[in-house]
């Protein structure tokens, strides 16, 4: 077996930023990439949305590079980028021609250090945010299913549970105040890391982080809001209503376990064995030999970036001759199989297999491509800000290719069940459609 | 226009010298049975990606059923002679491997990528799947209904019906018009349509391989040569349609999609395809007016108005015809602003020249954008598959970027002036009626349709 080895340079600077540098000359072209610890899930009560809007922001301008010229450098540098924000991560990222390093270490530099925005910016990306959300969630068939619409139902603590997009009550309550006051709080170096990948060399990248970076002043710890929910002891149902599509569809979701446990490395797989595409258990059954599913598709949203509460997640789209309880009943044969039996060593071979080929995929994979290493940015970020250990890229694959048969059956029984999920009905408004009991 | 002053920035270091690219090695062979090879070295990962192409798609037999090489792609993967549809899954996933089959308007193709340690596997498959699909009826059945489903899906999406409109009005009674077939359509196909779809195009004369990945060449044309070696099949006839005609004067098709909180502009006009001179200079010129995040348009209204999240513009490449369209989705009451700015910012590239820094900025931008997308094996993939689509010469991509940094500003007015043809542009909008009606009749003649397409 014919394993990469990514060579990882981390070190934390004396203001706390955590900089990782991964060499790799074989493209002449570097991803820049800066991951704060803060995400939608611990965004300001009465401020839902605020983390993503905050994301916007921060390419309004910053002390030296006024609004619109962080874009208009990077993009006539040759390069691409853009941020995201996720349940516990925001990430800004750029990829550009190695010629272009130290201009782009210097852009999230200056915002790092004093983003300098304005009314007429909050109003400005306030509007584009609204959108957004229209074009993804509120003009669009499906927009938002299951991601928004799972959470109110399946969580109790409001850090879980609350509109990750934002109320738009809430988007325009927001004002320069509270810009200021999480830039303040969130975006100090250290509460982030700075990530180097492609065309540069260990020594160089270091020298380069210090330069632009070390003279941050570190900001207080920022202290954040406990999102542990409280223990789920029953089934958690909700409907919502399907404005544009036609087909019925639910979303169900179970409970993870805790990252980085040998628990965890079992549900990674079994999600594979029922979620790995049309080999996947719950497609195979629902769509292709029972053929009540129109579509099928699921799994864990971001498995190595997530730092609380989180779930597996099904989503099916079916016919609408099927009801929704009859639906239901034939997805519970498919988790009653497995908690039952388990899955066949031969079975978990295979998964084991493309598991393995995915990582490595990830290791290399872009965005849309070109966002080359985008993969290697985010495991290395997440690595580094939850578990202070970069290293773990080239070391993380073991527990996976470890994990028996008899775990796969234990977490199946452990996890994968009816107190422990929560499902939402999205319910076309066109008549004609069983409803759910 | 930029409403506000735009500052720059002070003390951005300078860009160090550039890199060159180092291009992969490739190695290119044609099999006796016709087969068209091309192999590229890249050992980024240990894995490799791969693309069998035929050079036949939708167009080709429009005039049988629309969406019929589509179907045909679709199917193919649920059974051969040796496998059922089962078996092909599992063992994809045995080998680590993932496969996808589908069609476009020109070209159908087989795109898969696996671990090099079980390369001749997923290549055995692959051919498996080109020669020896059977087209079982129970798979057939099925993936006719999630078609069915998904052609009604469409229907509800602005950017589908957005894209429909301007397609039919652009290309009118050429099979580029199409881009769905209707519900009545897919309930019409038939199995042996299917089967006739694959026996024609199918076939090593009408194909070409392209692997891209971490393998020594010699050893893969090896296996390639075993184990695509006993495929035998001839070029189907090609099929030519006469050209449409340009839309004269500007039009404004509205789709009325009751409540939509939000308009769906979608507007275009004929262009080039990709084998044309002007290709690179029409790039450069769209990278400036909507084509990156730093162009003209974007900067306009989004990051000064805030009308839109999404605007971009593109040229669109299809084998026999090209075209330029625009997109947003905006807000219901600044559907007029927005097509204004729109406009604006295309006569103003039609009347002043692009002053030389800009044009060098957007040339830095195309040839990084350039690099970036051969960092990847993937990427290489996509670069190599366009080549071949459509029939660039062999040494395109190695003289793209000299061939940008030599567009000057004069080009780009004459392109700008030949190519962004605003007094002909054809402007599509999908919303609700009663908010955009009269805003969309300040621009053009108006038609009003329904989402199913029925004139109203």
């Not at chain 1, 993503?52 to 030296?64: D, P």
């Not at chain 2, 070409?208 to 189907?236: C, N, R, T």
């Amino acid at each position: 077996m014919n394993r990469p080895h990514i060579a990882i340079e981390h070190k934390k600077l004396a203001n706390g930023l955590h900089a990782v540098v991964a060499p790799d000359s074989t493209a002449p072209v570097v991803t820049v990439g800066v991951y704060y610890k803060i995400g939608f899930r611990l965004e300001p009560q009465g401020r839902s949305g605020f983390a993503h809007l905050f994301e916007h922001m921060m390419f309004q301008g910053s002390a030296n590079a006024p609004k619109m010229q962080h874009i208009k450098l990077i993009n006539s540098s040759g390069g691409v980028l853009n941020g995201s924000t996720s349940y516990d991560v925001t990430n800004y990222y750029e990829a550009v021609p190695s010629n272009a390093l130290e201009r782009v270490l210097w852009l999230e530099a200056d915002r790092m250090r004093a983003l300098k925005v304005d009314e007429e910016n909050l109003k400005n990306q306030r509007d584009v945010v609204k959108e957004e959300v229209r074009v993804n969630v509120m003009n669009e068939p499906y927009g938002g299913f299951p991601w928004l619409d799972m959470p109110p139902v399946a969580f109790r603590n409001w850090a879980n549970a609350h509109n990750f997009y934002g109320d738009f009550a809430d988007l325009d309550a927001a004002h320069l105040g509270d810009v200021q006051a999480f830039f303040k709080t969130y975006y100090v170096p250290n509460n982030a890391v700075l990530l180097l990948l492609g065309d540069v060399k260990a020594g160089e990248g270091m020298a380069l982080a210090e330069k632009h970076f070390g003279g941050i002043p570190a900001g207080g710890a920022p202290a954040f809001a406990d999102p542990t929910e409280p223990e789920q002891t029953e089934e958690r149902r909700g409907h919502v209503v399907e404005q544009f599509g036609t087909l019925p569809a639910m979303a169900i979701g179970y409970l993870m376990p805790k990252r980085r446990t040998a628990d965890w490395c079992a549900m990674a797989l079994l999600d594979q064995a029922l979620h790995g595409g049309r080999a996947g258990r719950i497609h195979r059954v629902l769509v292709q030999e029972k053929q009540i599913a129109v579509d099928i598709e699921g799994g864990v949203d971001d498995l190595f970036g997530y730092n609380g509460p989180t779930q597996m997640t099904t989503r099916i789209m079916h016919k609408p001759e099927y009801s929704s309880e009859e639906t239901l009943a034939a997805f519970d044969a498919v988790i009653g199989e497995v908690r039952e039996k388990g899955i066949s060593a031969d079975e978990l071979e295979q998964l084991k297999v493309k598991w393995r080929s995915d990582y490595y995929a990830t290791l290399e994979s872009g965005r849309g491509g070109y966002m080359p290493k985008y993969g290697l940015m985010h495991l290395l970020a997440c690595f580094t800000l939850f578990d202070n250990e970069p290293q773990l890229v080239n070391t993380i694959l073991d527990g996976f290719l470890a994990v028996t048969p008899e775990e796969i059956h234990s977490v199946a029984k452990k996890y994968l069940r009816n107190e422990k999920r929560a499902i939402v009905f999205r319910t076309p408004a066109r008549a004609g459609v069983k409803e759910a009991a | 226009m930029a409403s506000r002053t735009v500052e720059v920035a002070t003390g951005v270091p300078p860009l160090a010298p550039e890199r060159e690219v180092i291009w992969p090695k490739r190695a290119k062979k044609q099999l006796a049975n016709g087969l068209e090879v091309i192999l590229a070295e890249s050992h980024s990962i240990p894995k490799f990606h791969g693309e069998l192409l035929l050079r036949s798609g939708n167009a080709t037999v429009a005039d049988r059923a629309p969406g019929l090489a589509e179907m045909t792609a679709s199917v193919l993967r649920s059974g051969t002679r040796k496998r059922g549809s089962r078996k092909i899954e599992e063992d994809l996933r045995r080998i680590g491997a993932d496969l996808s089959t589908q069609a476009g308007s020109d070209v159908s193709a087989v795109s898969f990528s696996g671990l090099s340690e079980f390369a001749e596997p997923l290549l055995d498959l692959v051919q498996e799947l080109a020669r020896e699909a059977s087209f079982p009826e129970a798979d057939f059945e099925r993936e006719r209904r999630q078609k069915l489903e998904e052609v009604k899906l469409n229907r509800t999406q602005p950017s589908f019906l957005a894209n429909e409109r301007l397609r039919k009005v652009l290309f009118g009674a050429h099979p580029y018009a199409l881009v769905s077939p209707t519900e009545a359509q897919v309930a019409a196909y038939k199995r042996e349509e299917l089967q006739s779809v694959y026996r024609e195009f199918y076939t090593p004369q009408n194909a070409l391989l392209l692997l891209v990945g971490d393998f020594e060449p010699q050893e893969m044309l090896k296996s390639i040569e075993k184990v695509f070696g006993p495929w035998s099949g001839k070029k189907p006839e090609p099929r030519t349609f006469p050209a449409p005609a340009s839309p004269r004067g500007r039009r404004v098709y509205l789709v009325h999609v009751p409540g939509a909180v939000q308009t769906q502009i979608l507007a275009g006009c004929h262009a080039i395809t990709r084998k044309h001179p002007d290709w690179i200079k029409l790039g450069l010129t769209n990278s400036l007016y909507g084509g990156a995040f730093n162009s003209r348009l974007v900067m306009n209204i989004r990051e000064d108005k805030g009308y839109t999240y999404s605007p971009r513009s593109a040229v669109n490449a299809l084998r026999q015809h090209g075209f330029f369209s625009v997109s947003a989705a905006v807000r219901n009451d600044v559907v007029a602003a927005s097509l204004t700015e729109m406009f604006y910012e295309l006569d103003k590239l039609r009347s002043l020249p692009v002053p030389p820094a800009e044009l060098a900025d957007a040339q830095n931008y195309l040839s990084g954008v350039f690099s970036l997308s051969l960092a990847t094996q993937d990427g290489l993939l996509t670069q190599f598959s366009n080549v071949a689509q459509h029939e660039l010469p062999d040494d395109y991509l190695e003289t793209y970027r000299a061939k940008v940094r030599a567009v000057t500003s004069e080009d780009l007015l004459a392109t700008a002036r030949k190519y962004l043809d605003s007094a002909n542009l054809q402007v599509v909008l999908v919303g609700d009626r009663a908010q955009i009606e009269s805003q969309a009749a300040l621009f053009g003649e108006l038609e009003i349709f329904d989402a199913q397409g029925n004139r109203i």
